[in-house]
């Protein structure tokens, strides 16, 4: 199967919610611009998203093997989507298109393999943004499971202990860069033993852990969970690690949303994203975790609107300074971002 659910327009457009608590102020901490063949999602696709009833103040870009350098030097090609992001964080900081300040904090990759030679490539992207650069995803999530294997990423089984992949790493830390990191649910131990011997080096889980769903972990969901929690508590317990709290709309969770009539409603998503939702919340506190929309691969199960509603719904069981952590205040601390640092709970969180 595709590692992407296809989004279909007319589906979304089945079924529509208004925007709840319009007023509480969100950092989308994990999205992607691309241009590939048959999905298009640039700027003004962006735009239309975030600008649909939520009031979305930044945005933080993560790589997604977009734009790379046609020529030039194997390991620097990588720096043409950082070059691709800061111009779409430039056309949005004009002010032209609004105040949302899209791609405000930009990730992108390198190959962290290559050990201390991966310097050069982390210095040529925060020339290429200055400031707007945070950090690096290099994707490490790997399963012989054919469901879910993807080629493209080139990976082996635990590049998260190889030598040089570690040497690579340990450069982030000492360069102020954070570590995106995208595992399946089997690889969270040896995440949590690379976030131990690393503590100088911020890492930061994307989409809950990615608990799998298809392949031979369907019908598994109890087995699975049990599996997750348990990673998942031994990540909480490195204080250098934080967690995205979205992602649940992939394929590779297997909800199954994109197989009903119309759309799930943010009813439905609430509840079947809220155990793990709340389970990372209680293990690492809202200090730690930010919600994200992972678009638009998550737009192939639901709408930017109905899915960040979910996520106010899942939210309403916390206190307001701790909605303000989950939809603003951890990233914006997590990627420094300019933007999100003025603000107070009273101003950005609903009563």
Known sequence: MSHYLPV???WLASYTETAIDPDVAIVDSHHHVWDI??????????????????????????QCYSMYRKDGPK?????????????????????????????DGIVGMANLTAGAEVERVLEAHVRAAGERFKGIRQITAYDDEPAIHNKKWGLAAGIAGDAGFRAGYRRLGRMGLSFDAYVFHTQLGELAGLAR?????????????????????????????????????????CPNVFVKLGGMGMATVGFDFHQQAQPPSSDMLSAAWAPYMDYCI??????????????????????????????????RRYTAAEQFQLFAGTAG???????????????VVAT
């Open 8 to 10: 279909r327009p007319d």
């Open 37 to 62: 063949p048959e999905w298009r999602y640039m700027f003004e696709d962006v735009l239309a998203d975030m600008r649909a009833g939520h009031r979305v103040i930044a945005s933080v870009f993560v």
């Open 75 to 103: 390991e620097l090609r990588c720096i043409g989507e950082t070059e691709f992001a800061n111009g779409v964080a430039a056309m949005s900081a004009s002010g032209v298109y609004g105040d949302t300040r899209i791609c």
């Open 197 to 237: 011997a690393e503590p100088e080096t911020t890492l930061v889980l994307n989409h809950v852990g990615a608990p799998v769903g298809i392949g031979r972990f369907a019908g598994q969901r109890e087995a699975v969970a049990k599996a997750w929690r348990a990673g998942i508590a031994e990540l909480a317990a």
């Open 282 to 315: 209680e293990k690492f506190g809202p200090g730690r975790c930010m919600f994200e929309s992972n678009f638009p691969v998550d737009k192939g199960s639901c709408s930017y609107v109905v899915l960040w509603n979910a996520f106010k719904k899942i939210a």
């Open 333 to 347: 601390a997590v990627y420094r971002l300019p933007s999100v640092a003025a603000l107070s709970t009273t101003r």
